[in-house]
């Protein structure tokens, strides 16, 4: 080995000063300015005309070095010479290198406070662990939600929402952003962000969870070889909180926590023993997939309840409302909102519920029990007073128990080409094999290697299924695959979205490709004209709300998913008890919301949506609206919730939306 030479180790000795931070490299600088002013003072202190000393010698080099001022106050060739190398040193030197230090330093300052690595000092505010696809849905949930916002606010006695976000990478562009969403607007005020992943514990005192009144854990995307899944990501997280609650002694926040494999909810549970409410993205959305199946026409009537968008809201309010009360009283007085059920509560920890949904119209309320009610805002949910000028009493209507009519699934057989792969497929077919009274031969098309596929399904789903599941490698949107596939033969069509792209637009981009490459074929067919009413249900799966509208022709029915999980997210957060009621709304047996002839019912002409209720009811179910055969002026096919005094004028093939009981 080489020894190193002397000016390598200075360089060397040099640069370890300068990687210290500013401090340092002020010093640094300061040395070098001493070494020049020294050097400067030596050369023009002998001579005529000398400095009476070698400090002022060095004074006046260090003055010519800082100031060019002075450099006209010289006399003398060599003094003049020495004064003008001394000057232009102090513009490289002192200025330049001293201000780029100055600079440096308060930039990178900026930009560690800019990076959110500060501790956040709140309490009883709402933490969102991730900047995913749903983060920016969830704060847009969290902002409107001004009702449910308020009550929880009460709840835990603070004034305002506070929201406070752990991102990866924090950066002033997110915040513009926030200040650019709809919904938000300007309230990102309200939101603050932090540096961190939850994997971290430090990141988690940094977001204080501990403090927190709610921790929501959305679900982040990985890529489909990777060993470290959401899943993964979210047991670390809610170790780690456990652990520093143990630690510091503090009680342990309410989580409501996103998986993406729903056979892994025992262990989320057992990972976190405090008060957690666990939504599985793949088997929500699976559901709603398949209830569309069930119930063609279903995803508008979601997209209205399951999103913040527009229109009707499940809401879930303290039984203190109505105390003693029936709900066929509670529902005379609530003359904008629909009461769907109750919830009884189990044991006496409050954190399991009995769901009644479409319950007998005599059910009494108790002051522990939750009402079911469905309404365009919370302020609809209040019960009108008994008495006094502001009094409101409607006429009231019994329900039985038990309903007249049958169950209206379409089928029971159902021939379904799935379009596109994903890890939710394994869990969409599972969830298809819990409804035993149907049969399901599903042919899966993608570019994905048949094996590949063949292997994650039946890591999940059990023996002696009774779905039956082709696999088909073939590109859905190249047009002489897409024909080879016999579209029209089949009941219902089902356009996944890829998670193996890059991001949801490109999956987005892809699927509205599929569609309309799928629309110029079942057009081209022979006797599209002749069919048109027998065409097969097409269902689309999006991950952008925004591409939503960009299909003008769009007669597919559609779900966006992170805005419904978002959704879901956000409200189970601020109202513990909707998870029940959704998990009963969508999951075999129970209550179901269902699409019904007019036939089925004995309705007056020119019935109002009182007397429709009124109808239904007798049937032993509950009206929740209309679905039209022709979309209104805004492309809306659904009337949830109308006034009761609102002729509803049912055309031919309108459907009457109802809540009914498997």
């Known amino acids: 080995m080489l020894p190193l030479q002397f000016i390598d180790r200075v360089k060397y000795l040099v640069e370890r000063q300068f990687v210290k931070g500013a401090l340092f490299q002020l010093l640094v600088v300061a040395i070098f300015i001493g070494l020049i002013s020294l050097v400067g003072g030596l050369l023009v202190w002998p001579g005529e005309n000398s400095f009476s000393s070698l400090g002022d010698a060095i004074w006046w080099a260090f003055l010519r070095l800082t100031d060019p001022g002075y450099l006209g106050d010289d006399e003398g060739g060599w003094r003049r010479l020495v004064s003008t190398i001394l000057t232009v040193s102090g513009y490289v030197v002192f200025m330049g290198t001293l201000v780029a230090i100055l600079t440096r330093s308060l930039i990178a300052r900026m930009t560690d406070l800019e990076r959110g690595l500060t501790p956040v000092t709140l309490r009883h505010h709402v933490v969102v662990l991730g900047w995913t696809s749903r983060t920016v849905p969830i704060l847009q949930e969290l902002t409107a939600s001004t009702g449910r916002v308020k009550r929880f606010l009460q709840r835990h006695a603070v004034r305002r929402l506070r929201l406070v976000v752990l991102s990866e990478e924090v950066s002033s562009a997110q915040l513009l952003s926030l200040r650019n969403e709809r919904d938000i607007g300007s309230h990102a005020g309200k939101i603050v962000l932090r540096s961190g992943t939850p994997l971290q514990p430090d990141a988690l005192h940094r977001v204080a969870c501990l403090d927190a009144a709610a921790v929501i854990i959305p679900s982040s995307s990985h890529g489909p070889d990777s060993l470290v899944t959401s899943d993964v990501e979210t047991v670390k997280a809610l170790l780690s909180m456990a652990s520093q609650a143990q630690y510091l002694r503090r009680e342990l926040p309410y989580i409501v926590a996103e998986i993406e494999d729903i056979r892994k909810q025992a262990l989320v549970e057992r990972a976190y023993p405090g008060p957690l409410e666990v939504v599985s993205g793949d088997a929500i959305v699976s559901r709603l997939l398949v209830q569309t199946l069930l119930h063609p026409g279903l995803t508008e ?248 509208t960009l299909l003008v022709t769009n007669r597919s029915e559609t779900v966006v998913s992170p805005m419904v999980l978002s959704h879901i997210l956000a409200q189970v957060a601020l109202r513990r008890e909707l998870k029940a009621v959704l998990d009963e709304l969508f999951t075999p047996g129970g209550a179901e919301i269902m699409l019904r002839p007019q036939s089925d019912f004995d309705l007056p002409v020119n019935a109002d949506f009182a007397a429709l209720e009124k109808a239904v009811a007798a049937c032993g179910e509950t009206a929740l609206g209309v679905f039209r055969s022709t979309p209104d002026s805004d492309g809306h096919w659904v009337q949830l919730n109308p006034p009761r005094s609102t002729l509803m004028a049912l055309e031919p093939g309108d459907q009457l939306v109802v809540l009914s009981r498997v």
């Open 301 to 548: 009537i979601c997209n209205e309840l399951l999103t913040a968008r527009y229109g009707n809201d499940i809401f879930v309010r303290s039984g203190d409302i109505a105390e003693g009360q029936t709900l066929e009283q509670l529902a005379s007085r609530c003359p904008d909102a629909i009461v769907m059920g109750v919830l009884h509560p189990l044991g006496e920890q409050g954190d399991r519920w009995d769901v009644q949904l479409n319950a007998s119209s005599d059910t009494r309320i108790s002051a522990r029990d939750r009402v079911i009610l469905m309404a365009r805002d919370y302020d609809d949910t209040e019960p009108a007073p008994e008495a006094g000028k502001h009094a409101v009493r409607m006429p009231a209507i019994a329900r039985s128990s038990t309903p007249a009519l049958p169950v209206n699934h379409a089928g029971p057989r159902h021939r379904i080409l799935l379009l596109g792969w994903n890890r939710r497929v394994p869990a969409l077919l599972s969830e298809m094999g819990l409804y035993d009274a149907h049969e399901f031969d599903v042919d899966v098309v993608s570019i994905v290697a048949a094996e590949t596929r063949e292997a994650e399904i039946s890591r999940y789903l059990a023996s002696g299924t009774s779905v039956r599941a082709r696999q088909i490698v073939a590109d859905f949107i190249v047009e002489d695959d897409l024909r080879r596939l016999r579209p029209e033969s089949y009941d219902s069509i089902l356009f996944l979205s890829s998670d193996r792209l890059a991001s949801g637009e490109e999956a987005d981009a892809r699927t509205m490709m599929g569609y309309l490459q799928l629309g110029e074929v079942l057009a081209s067919q022979p006797s599209a004209r002749e069919r048109s009413t027998d065409e097969p249900q097409i269902i689309m799966e999006l991950s952008d709300p925004d591409n939503e």
